[in-house]
């Protein structure tokens, strides 16, 4: 069948370069974009029962702007003034200019990963000395906590914000013919939204070999996965899937 619609479970891009406005002009498909979970902050008296001293900590590993956000609030909303010295470890360069948001970006010591986790320890591993901050969102990677434990170091996780099921029900009666997703976080929504979801004729693409297996473990078959050798995002995986069965 072909491929008309799209889906992609995240918010829409803010600028208008994206690839996705590029993939939709290029092979003429509409793509709608909407968010199947958000992010909440968790409330600050549930972070004092979490009992960590902001003052015990000399460097902060920052994996996502969320994290960037929720650990200045909560600093502001406890009164804590973040010391010029900290060190901010930040997992990638966007990660790392959204900071400029907070702090005088050339008078404070950053250090930046290229984009992945593992990439950051590489930098981490050069400062054990110091006491490691790991804001957090109570959805954390198994990656991180295991790869900052096998370094080591002093570090400790402060849970800051959750991942929430966004409210679909608008959608029960819409129906594409791809739906993207990125996070296992997403099929769990799909499924809380809409319990007797049947994929029926609807292609799914995946991001990422947990997403894979979130969608095949919920009983679904994964048409699209990315990244791969030959399509490493998930647009080019798509243009590619598109012209595929659009030429039939």
């Not at 995240?10 to 793509?31: C, G, M, N, R």
């Not at 004729?201 to 009983?219: E, L, M, P």
Request: aromatic share 12%; with cysteine; proline share 6%.
């Amino acid at each position: 069948m072909k491929v008309k619609t799209i889906l992609v479970s995240q918010p829409a891009p803010k600028t208008e370069t994206s690839p996705y406005f590029d993939l939709s002009d290029k092979q003429k498909v509409k793509i709608d974009f909407r968010s199947f979970i958000h992010v909440e902050g968790i409330p600050v008296k549930e972070i004092r029962n979490q009992k960590i001293d902001f003052k015990d900590f000399s460097a902060i590993i920052l994996t996502s702007r969320n994290a960037v956000d929720y650990f200045f609030k909560i600093a502001e909303e406890m009164r804590f003034k973040v010391p010029d010295d900290m060190k901010y470890f930040c997992q990638s360069e966007a990660v790392a200019f959204y900071l400029q948001k907070y702090v005088v970006y050339r008078k404070r010591k950053i250090y930046v990963g290229t984009r992945t986790f593992p990439d950051l320890i590489k930098l981490i591993k050069k400062h054990k000395t110091e006491n490691f901050l790991l804001p957090s969102s109570d959805k954390l990677k198994p990656l991180v906590p295991e790869e900052l434990d096998k370094l080591g170091i002093n570090w400790t996780r402060l849970d800051l914000y959750r991942t929430v099921v966004s409210d679909l029900s608008d959608l029960e009666n819409v129906t594409y013919d791809i739906l993207v997703f990125f996070s296992p976080s997403g099929i769990e929504s799909l499924f809380q939204n809409f319990p007797e979801f049947k994929q029926d004729n609807t292609r799914i693409a995946a991001f990422g070999n947990s997403t894979v297996k979130a969608v095949t473990d919920a009983g679904l078959k994964c048409d699209i996965e990315a990244p791969s050798p030959d399509t490493p995002s998930m647009t080019m995986a798509l243009d590619k899937y598109i012209k595929s069965v659009n030429k039939k």
